[in-house]
Protein backbone atom coordinates (compact mmCIF):
# COMPACT_ATOMS: atom_id res chain seq x y z
CA UNK A 1 0.00 0.00 0.00
CA UNK A 2 0.87 3.63 -0.77
CA UNK A 3 0.77 6.68 2.07
CA UNK A 4 -2.33 8.47 1.06
CA UNK A 5 -3.96 11.51 3.04
CA UNK A 6 -7.80 11.60 4.36
CA UNK A 7 -9.76 14.72 4.67
CA UNK A 8 -11.85 15.00 7.59
CA UNK A 9 -14.50 17.56 8.66
CA UNK A 10 -15.72 18.42 11.94
CA UNK A 11 -18.08 21.43 12.45
CA UNK A 12 -16.66 23.92 10.56
CA UNK A 13 -12.65 22.83 10.74
CA UNK A 14 -11.31 20.47 7.93
CA UNK A 15 -7.61 18.61 8.64
CA UNK A 16 -5.84 16.39 6.27
CA UNK A 17 -4.66 13.33 8.14
CA UNK A 18 -1.53 11.36 6.92
CA UNK A 19 -2.83 7.25 5.84
CA UNK A 20 -0.21 5.04 6.59
CA UNK A 21 0.50 3.05 3.46
CA UNK A 22 2.35 -0.02 5.53
CA UNK A 23 2.27 -1.06 9.60
CA UNK A 24 5.42 0.35 11.72
CA UNK A 25 3.92 -2.66 14.08
CA UNK A 26 3.73 -0.38 17.57
CA UNK A 27 0.86 -3.03 18.44
CA UNK A 28 4.04 -5.45 19.08
CA UNK A 29 5.48 -3.15 21.67
CA UNK A 30 2.13 -2.14 23.40
CA UNK A 31 1.38 -3.40 26.66
CA UNK A 32 -2.10 -5.41 25.57
CA UNK A 33 -0.89 -5.86 22.22
CA UNK A 34 -4.21 -4.30 20.36
CA UNK A 35 -2.91 -0.78 20.25
CA UNK A 36 -3.04 -0.10 16.59
CA UNK A 37 -1.38 3.16 15.48
CA UNK A 38 -4.82 5.51 14.96
CA UNK A 39 -3.76 5.35 11.15
CA UNK A 40 -2.60 2.40 11.17
CA UNK A 41 -3.19 -0.35 7.62
CA UNK A 42 -4.27 -3.04 9.77
CA UNK A 43 -7.32 -0.56 11.15
CA UNK A 44 -10.47 -0.50 8.78
CA UNK A 45 -11.25 2.36 7.43
CA UNK A 46 -14.16 3.37 9.36
CA UNK A 47 -12.80 2.55 12.30
CA UNK A 48 -9.48 4.87 11.17
CA UNK A 49 -11.86 8.04 10.45
CA UNK A 50 -14.17 6.90 13.43
CA UNK A 51 -11.30 7.39 16.21
CA UNK A 52 -9.67 10.75 13.75
CA UNK A 53 -13.09 12.84 14.36
CA UNK A 54 -13.14 11.78 17.91
CA UNK A 55 -9.66 13.48 18.15
CA UNK A 56 -10.69 16.62 16.07
CA UNK A 57 -14.47 16.70 18.56
CA UNK A 58 -11.85 16.81 21.34
CA UNK A 59 -9.73 19.41 20.10
CA UNK A 60 -12.59 21.82 18.99
CA UNK A 61 -14.80 20.85 21.89
CA UNK A 62 -15.06 24.19 22.58
CA UNK A 63 -16.18 25.30 19.69
CA UNK A 64 -19.76 23.15 20.19
CA UNK A 65 -20.92 25.46 21.68
Not at 15 to 34: D, I, L, M, N, P
Not at 37 to 56: F, H, I, Q, W
Request: one cysteine or more; charged letters at 35%; hydrophobic letters at 20%.
Amino acid sequence: SKTSYVRLQYLDHVETFRARGGCCRYYTVSETGKDYCSTCVLRKPEDRDGRLLAYMKEKYKADDD
